[in-house]
């Protein structure tokens, strides 16, 4: 099945999640919990259309496994998670499940799983394939869940509000895109003290205003128009179900996952001199650099919000951050990633200074770079493109090649990026140089790369 992959289980719901996959599912999880000490998990949705039928399927395979299950209200995936990591005395647990489609068109959805408190992802993943195989069959006609539905959104917001304190308030624009975040997003920000101008916050699972991922640019235009038409603060956008963040100060500029985690940091260096930040593969060169000037421990590692979370762990870094928006505290905060909550940090930050996020970026070193590039490329076909060209950039350049999550290689006063998503059909690229002259250069060493290697695939113009 090629819905089992890195991150979660996911698919085009209609086509590659039957009822009986999500109930096999629920079984084969459903042990799993148990055999961690969890009586009790958690099945959390968002706002798709697919996603009640799968929630209902998964709660059900789960009491087939023997556990107490309780399904949220519809609502993000960081409430979910929220629940299960706070482990609330009224029904305690570190286990629960997410449907989700995430970022992804709205025929996509899928499953995010954390299990004793701890979010499976790799070889995790993989190995359930066997058991949901086996359970799925099981599976009965008709399927009905017993379990009770409970809202946690007032438990959230309460944390939220003690957690985090504004020093003058912000007026904030704010852009669900439809997802399962607004509701939620709106109530926590006005809970903080925060103004806040809701763009899109209704959710609609079909998505019909723009497509839920604030890393591409073109959907962050309402955002920009709106926070320039009423004079916010800031602009905030969220993925489909609010893990990731994305954000444009008042004028329009857009701060880029690795502006968010330089931001972020200086606050938790300032109370924690020397601490562990992690970011990845795509990220510029100047976050690293500017972390070890200020006197972090900086790690560069591989793309993934569950394998940033377990290196989080590992390595008892104070935050991590991605270019795709998830921003993962540690600091003052559970390990996961919520784009509410770092929507609120970054409000708070804002409150504290008299500098405005464009004064900001301006105090950052001048660097050429592009956003991430995404190119089609057939799942069956995208990691093998990517081994050649691992293959042919090190005989080329040696060293410089840093093969940790695809290729990234160093050259001609830059970067250059190439790996494999491991969410969608598509190869990531990003290019960043001291000038446009050096950024082309390298571009243009790709292209021929991929040339070399007949893999079918052109580079995108930068």
Known sequence: MSIFREYDVR??????????????????????????????????RDVRVSSPRLANALACGFEEAGLSVIQLTPGPTPLLYFAAYKSLSD?????????????????????????????LHGSEIQSLRVEVERYSKLCPALLK??????????????????NIHLNRPVHVVLDAGNGAGGELGVKSFEAIGCKVTPLFCEPDGTFPNHHPDPTVPKNLEHLIAEVKKVGADLGIAFDGDADRIGAVTSTGRILFGDHLVLYFARDILAEKPGATIISEVK??????DTLDKWGAKSILWKTGHSLIKAKLKETHAELAGEMSGHMFFAHRYFGFDDAIYAGARLMEGFSKREESLNQFLDSLPPMTNTPELRVDCPDEKKFHVVKDFIAIAKKRFGAAVNDIDGARIKMYGGWGLCRASNTQPVLVMRFEAEDQAGL??????????????KSGVNVPAV
């Open 145 to 162: 869940a017993k379990s009770r539905i409970l809202d946690r959104i007032p438990d959230y917001i309460e944390f939220i509000s003690s």
């Open 440 to 453: 082309k250069k390298i571009r243009n060493e790709f292209s021929q790369m991929m040339e070399e290697i």
């Open 283 to 288: 990220s510029s060169q100047i976050l690293y």
């Open 11 to 44: 698919g085009i719901a209609d086509r590659d999640l039957a009822d009986s996959i999500a109930y096999g599912l629920g079984r084969a999880l459903g042990a799993l919990a148990l055999k961690c000490g969890d009586k009790n998990i958690y099945v959390g």
């Open 91 to 119: 029904f305690p647990t570190k286990s629960g499940v997410m449907v989700t489609g995430s970022h992804n068109p709205p025929e996509y959805n899928g499953f995010k799983m954390v299990i004793g408190g701890q979010t």
